[in-house]
């Protein structure tokens, strides 16, 4: 089923690797939903340092996937392919896309996509679906995170970060972080972590050694990578997880591989993106049950760092590659 719609559509191209200024508005043709998609007005779209990396030539779309980046959005449904079964024309939703989210009109598979939490409207619910479906995987499924234990998670202040210690402290975690500035460092702990370890001033390892009486963290989310592999080994409790998620510092380390024999740490790590869509609707399904009723409360939200319009979207990355966001950045399409 398909409505009356345009033939072309405003989207942001990556003209070729290089920096942000790549990033350049062009008409392209419109998607069209296959069997068991949904077609998207987006009216918000989130951006991530996963699409910085795919900008800067480092980090391809899977096969199939759209080049146009963006890997989040909200919207109103415009278009139902075959065999669509929950959604209606006019439905508003949010949905964890593989590419395409930066233009004014998107598809995904319908179980890729959720309804609005009650009370969100759509720059804030174009700020959830990548960090909550990357964080509820990692830290819940991959590493395991049970109530009583110790979280770490390094770039507290980040988009994945921020949704991290709110979901670490929902389900009744010790949340220890780190940050890179004072001010950074505050917004942590407002988000309700318990112990901040400003990176620039303290040892990490350290730290977290003193706020768990030696123990160590059960659960630690790292998107830094680099020297933080050997120090996330010194960190951990005795039986702890390891989860990389990214290598801002670098994809290779050298660690003590003894200390992991020792302390029996699992070291594990993913990548969400290329994963099939069969695999996201069942994090999407687990999210829908045990995280929207909390976000429809405001128990937790996303936190919103700074608002751009479509066709500024290398303004967008600029900021992302300042690092000076709390949060997230968010392209209003409207």
């Not at 199939?64 to 508003?92: F, H, K, N, T, W």
Request: with cysteine; charged share 20%; aromatic share 6%.
């Amino acid at each position: 089923m398909m409505a009356e719609l345009p033939s072309q559509m405003t989207a942001i191209e990556i003209a070729g690797p290089g920096g942000a200024h790549m990033l350049r508005p062009a008409q392209r043709s419109m998607p069209e939903p296959r069997a068991g998609e949904i077609l998207v007005r987006v009216r918000a779209a989130g951006v991530n340092r996963p699409d910085v990396l795919q900008r800067q030539g480092n980090y391809s779309p899977p096969p199939g996937a759209s080049d146009i980046p963006g890997l989040e959005i909200a919207g109103d449904i415009v278009a139902l392919g075959e065999g669509v079964e929950r959604y209606r024309m006019g439905d508003q939703v949010m949905a964890l896309l593989a590419g395409g989210g930066y233009a004014e009109y998107a598809v995904v598979h319908e179980t890729n996509a959720l309804p609005l939490p009650t009370g969100y409207g759509y720059i804030e619910a174009a700020a959830i679906p990548e960090t909550f479906f990357t964080v509820w995987h990692n830290v819940f499924e991959r590493g395991g995170l049970k109530s009583g234990e110790t979280l770490l998670v390094h770039g507290g202040s980040s988009g994945i970060g921020t949704t991290a210690i709110q979901l670490g402290k929902a389900f009744g975690a010790h949340v220890i972080t780190t940050a890179g500035s004072n001010e950074k460092c505050e917004a942590c702990l407002k988000l309700g972590a318990d112990r901040v370890v400003n990176y620039r001033d303290e040892d990490f390892v350290a730290a977290v050694k003193e706020a768990t009486d030696g123990r160590g963290a059960d659960v630690i989310l790292d998107m830094v990578g680099g020297d933080y592999v050997d120090r996330n080994y010194k960190a951990a409790a005795e039986d702890g997880r390891i989860v990389q998620i990214a290598f801002l510092n670098g994809a290779k380390a050298t660690a003590n591989v003894g200390v992991l024999m020792t302390k029996r740490l699992t070291h594990t790590g993913s990548t969400l993106r290329p994963r099939p869509v069969a695999f996201k609707a069942e994090i999407a399904r687990q999210l829908e049950a045990k995280v929207w009723p909390l976000l429809a409360e405001r128990r937790i939200a996303p936190v919103m760092d700074m608002i751009f319009s479509l066709k500024d979207a290398w303004r967008a990355h600029e900021r992302m590659e300042g690092s000076k966001h709390i949060g997230k950045i968010v392209l209003d399409i409207a």
